[in-house]
């Protein structure tokens, strides 16, 4: 039996890992735990290059095939049994994006296992981080920001330079808040009434 699930991230497009959590990936690769982001739409070409951005970080990418996304979220989550989860978050702006946090969401209210995995649950920032989306959880990476840049230039097909600009200016912006040089965001959110226990990751 291998290592178990830390983090597991259930994202919709291969490079949503990186830019919303690059860094902290990173990080927590270095600190010796496992890490899978587990990817809704893809094809060769995306794949490829998400096979080569999770082998610069160091962690595992599982990709949907032929199954419903509700079935296919619903399995993640029990093949992972995760420590921590992470996705999208409900007022993301992109359809997708929104689509599997609700979706997310659904499979964690049906699960009979919610009160044993994940024990903490957090969505990711969005385009346009508001104070409508809540107190975050920022996590410094200021150490890991230049590893999470070259993991992003990996998406050849998705501009890498446009996706190094928008993490760049998140990135600051939340490390202002922690007089870090860079940091991500990460909100918690209610299941069913119950919110996971709130500390700096892992």
């Known amino acids: 039996m291998g290592k178990p699930i830390y983090l597991l991230l259930l ?3 291969c490079d949503d890992a990186e830019l919303w959590a690059g ?4 990080r927590l690769i270095h600190q010796g735990y496992r890490v899978v982001a587990a990817i809704t739409h893809h094809n060769s070409v995306r794949k490829r290059e998400a096979a080569s951005s999770a082998a610069l970080l160091g962690y595992e990418v599982w990709y949907r095939e032929r199954t419903s996304v509700i079935d296919w979220t619903r399995t993640c989550l029990r ?7 992470m996705t999208h978050h409900s007022l993301d702006p992109h359809f997708e994006h929104h689509q599997l946090s609700q979706l997310t969401l659904r499979a964690l209210t049906k699960s009979r296992q919610r009160s044993v995995y994940p024990r903490r649950w957090y969505w990711f920032d969005t385009y346009y981080s508001t104070e409508e989306l809540g107190c975050p959880v920022l996590i410094d990476i200021s150490g890991e920001f230049t590893r999470k840049c070259s993991a992003l230039e990996c998406h050849r097909s998705q ?4 996706l190094v600009t928008m993490a760049r200016a998140m990135n600051q912006l939340h490390g202002q808040r922690i007089r870090a040089e860079y940091a991500e965001a990460f909100f918690p959110f209610a299941l069913l009434g119950r ?7 892992p």
């Open 23 to 26: 860094g902290t990936i990173c």
């Open 79 to 85: 093949k992972a049994r995760p420590e921590v989860l």
């Open 11 to 13: 994202v919709a497009h």
């Open 159 to 162: 501009e890498p330079s446009s």
């Open 195 to 201: 919110w996971p226990k709130l500390r700096e990751l």
